[in-house]
Structures are given as structure tokens and as C-alpha cells.
């Protein structure tokens, strides 16, 4: 079936601007993540989706991040006043719960 | 606070060697822990799991152990093949149930034939 889809594979984006980053977890998947992975960094948590429940934040790292799941389906990462720091490739998952994690294939973010 | 180690950071070996991964944990209290492959341009393929009542792990030509108490973890590729090139990432789930993995930077592995 499918797996986890991510959109746009690729974005590049002049500093200041605000970049909207794409997620269709695998249907049924009632557990949604979001990473980042910097160069020569492990992947950092930043959100956590798990069906109705208030998403845990606690991993993102100003409030120029946001995201939000609609309909406990698609989710949709923002970052706002994108920085040069931003620049990274940012994996989403989704998981049933308590099982492991299917790993979409990343948006590669370039903050110019 | 969790922090994941993976040693080496990188390695070469020739085509047909055994070879082992390593990982290493800060903290005992675990849920579980995968390895994971990462292909250039790609997402993470599970490869293992190991649930923190587990010693071990096998899928074909990978094994995969678990020592909680020392916060270790191995991942044992035997007759690696060149198509066994990639990164592969050590991440632990902490205890809690909060699913929020924590991940080592990866050990990129190159098999050369």
C-alpha cells in the first residue's frame, strides 16, 4: 500500500519568507510525527500528533514553528520568518499506536 | 536527558566481511529500540525492533541486540553486500509511552565489492 508521502520533495526559500511543509501519513495511522535532521545532526523531534489528544510540542524549537493535523489525516508543518538555521531536511511518520514508525522521504528545506 | 551515541561514524569494508554497529544509550529506562536504514535522498526503513524485555533481534542477515543495563545496543550485518551501503541510525523510545524517538547521528556504512 502506500506509505507516508511528503510535499514538496525539495524547497528553496529567501530568508524572512514563510514555507509550508506537507504530510500524508498512511491511512489509519492514528500517530503523526514530525523531525528535522540538520547537517551532521541526529534527526530532532519536534511535534507529536496522536489522535484527538493535544499534540506534544515540547520538540519545537521557537514559535516560528507551528503544525497542525486536520481531520486526524493530513498534516501541514509551518515555519514563519524562515532563518538560514532553518535549512534542513524535515521527515514525517506515522505509526498505529505503540508500533513502529513509517518514515516518509523528507522535504529538503534550503534557507537562502 | 536521552543522548544516543553510534560508533563508528563511518565505515568501509570490503564485500562479503561480517561487521558490527554500535550504539549506546545515556539512560536504561526504555520503551524499545530500533535501527533504521537511510538511504542518500530517502526516508528511514525500519530494519529492527527490539522491545526493552528483548536480548535480541533477527531479520535475515541482521542481528540486532539489546543490553539495557549497559545502555548498548548492535547491529550484526553478515556477508555485507554492496547494496548494504547506507547509513543506519540507532533511535530509543524513551520509557513513557510518549513515542518521541531519539536518534544517533548514524553510522554510514560503505561496502565495496
Known amino acids: 500500500g502506500a506509505g507516508v508521502s511528503q510535499s514538496p520533495s525539495n524547497k528553496v526559500t529567501e530568508k524572512g519568507k514563510d514555507v509550508e511543509l506537507r504530510c500524508d501519513p498512511i491511512?489509519?495511522?492514528?500517530?503523526l510525527y514530525w523531525y528535522r535532521q540538520s547537517l551532521g545532526q541526529g534527526l530532532e523531534f519536534l511535534i507529536y500528533?496522536?489522535?484527538?489528544?493535544?499534540?506534544?510540542k515540547s520538540g519545537l524549537p521557537s514559535d516560528r514553528f507551528s503544525a497542525e493535523r486536520t481531520g486526524g489525516s493530513v498534516s501541514t508543518l509551518t515555519i514563519q520568518r524562515t532563518q538560514q538555521e532553518d535549512s534542513a531536511v524535515y521527515l514525517c511518520a506515522s505509526s498505529p499506536p505503540t508500533e513502529t514508525q513509517y518514515f516518509g522521504p523528507g522535504t529538503r528545506l534550503l534557507v537562502l | 536527558k536521552q543522548e544516543v551515541t553510534q560508533i563508528p561514524a563511518a565505515l568501509s569494508v570490503p564485500e562479503g566481511e561480517n561487521l558490527v554497529l554500535n550504539c549506546s544509550f545515556t539512560?536504561?529506562?526504555?520503551?524499545?529500540l530500533q535501527w533504521f536504514r537511510q538511504d542518500p535522498g530517502k526516508g528511514l526503513t525500519s530494519l529492527l525492533l527490539?522491545?526493552?524485555?528483548?536480548r535480541e533481534q533477527t531479520s535475515g542477515r541482521l542481528n540486532a541486540s539489546l543490553d539495557k543495563s549497559s545502555g548498548r545496543s548492535t547491529l550484526y550485518i553478515a556477508a555485507s553486500q554492496p547494496g548494504d551501503s547506507a547509513t543506519y541510525l540507532c533511535a530509543v523510545n524513551p520509557q513513557g509511552g510518549s513515542e518521541k524517538l531519539v536518534f544517533g547521528k548514524g553510522t554510514k556504512l560503505t561496502v565495496n565489492p
Open positions: 527490539i522491545q526493552s524485555s528483548q
Open positions: 500528533f496522536q489522535g484527538n489528544s493535544a499534540p506534544d
Open positions: 539512560d536504561s529506562a526504555i520503551y524499545n
Open positions: 491511512s489509519g495511522h492514528t500517530a
